[in-house]
């Protein structure tokens, strides 16, 4: 969604596809075997397909996350390792960016609408977003189980699970001996490697003109490149536009900012704090002893931090 894959298909290129996690995901492997390339990126799409039943809160199916969200207030619930260490990170992150990432604003998120079936058109009231609001502190470890402090307290992954997701997939590249390849998942990148003899060549999305790239940028390595942006979910009602990135301490969708590109080690890192940094673009407080690199576009489309 938020960057645009640059790079040239080398003739070695082996290239697949899935829709993941409400999103098209494209595997590259550069510089192996066509069997075992289709093999390894087979794993690794299973892999993320299985992160996305375990995390989300959309469908049918069942998950843990789905019955603690429905829990009895103040009860302790055993999490499955994998989540419990993921919502401890989600919660850590809170804690780094004073808020602005929350992992708590499930039944906010389902208030707007924005990953159900049906698009919304419109945004909710006032009073039922005020109702939705979840308090400030909403999660508790208790020993070994999670406890949900208030009836508003409903867990979603969606802006950290896919960032995970990518990295779990390029670990099950690696193991099956890939060395060259990108992950993107609507934008969402990781790379290994290197396309042949040349550094992976990266779009970062122009924010308003669709097609556009805003800046170039050649990576190799292992490196993780994110963006979030008010421009792939959102509707036009009043003149307003209204997008899915809602500010945890207004419960409105944020509004300083038009995009922010992350570049950090991880997918997942790259992916909560790209949501982070967009709600609080990239305040200094916050994104100043962070190890990543940035891109901020705010409100009026001025570029006003550029690390990358």
């Not at 960057?3 to 040239?8: D, G, H, I, N, T």
């Not at 050649?218 to 990135?245: C, N, P």
Request: aromatic fraction near 6%; hydrophobic fraction near 40%.
């Amino acid at each position: 969604m938020a960057l645009l894959l640059a790079a040239c298909s080398a003739p070695a290129d082996i290239r697949d596809s899935r829709f993941i996690m409400g999103t098209l995901v494209e595997f590259t492997v550069a510089g192996a075997d066509e069997a075992a390339s289709t093999v390894a990126i087979t794993a690794a799409a299973n892999e993320m397909q299985r992160i996305e039943n375990a995390f989300t809160i959309y469908g049918n199916q069942n998950n843990s996350v789905k019955r603690f969200n429905r829990s009895q207030v103040g009860a302790s619930v055993q999490l499955p390792e994998e989540i419990s260490t993921l919502l401890a990170t989600a919660l850590t992150i809170k804690r780094e960016s004073n808020g602005a990432f929350d992992p708590a604003l499930g039944r906010l998120n389902r208030l707007w609408g924005f990953s159900l079936p049906e698009a919304p058109t419109s945004p909710p009231s006032s009073r039922a977003i005020e109702q939705a609001m979840p308090p400030a502190t909403c999660i508790e470890k208790r020993n070994s189980g999670w406890a949900r402090l208030h009836e508003t307290c409903m867990l979603d992954f969606g802006a950290i699970a896919k960032g995970y997701a990518i990295d779990r997939g390029i670990e099950i590249l690696r193991n099956h001996g890939i060395a060259n390849a990108i992950i993107n998942a609507g934008g969402d990148i990781r790379l290994i490697g290197s396309h042949g003899d040349q550094p992976w060549r990266i779009g970062i999305r122009h924010p308003r003109n669709r097609g556009e790239v805003i800046q170039s940028l050649e990576l190799q390595g292992d490196v993780a490149v994110v963006t979030s942006g008010d421009y792939e979910r959102f509707y036009i009602f009043k003149d307003k536009r209204y997008h899915h990135i809602l500010d945890p301490k207004s419960g409105w969708p944020a509004n300083t900012a038009q995009s922010v590109t992350v570049i950090a080690k991880s997918a997942m890192q790259a992916d909560a704090w790209s949501t982070a940094l967009f709600i609080s673009e990239g305040h200094p407080d916050i994104s100043r002893n962070l190890n990543i690199r940035l891109l901020i576009v705010n409100n009026r489309g001025e570029i006003t931090k550029n690390t990358l």
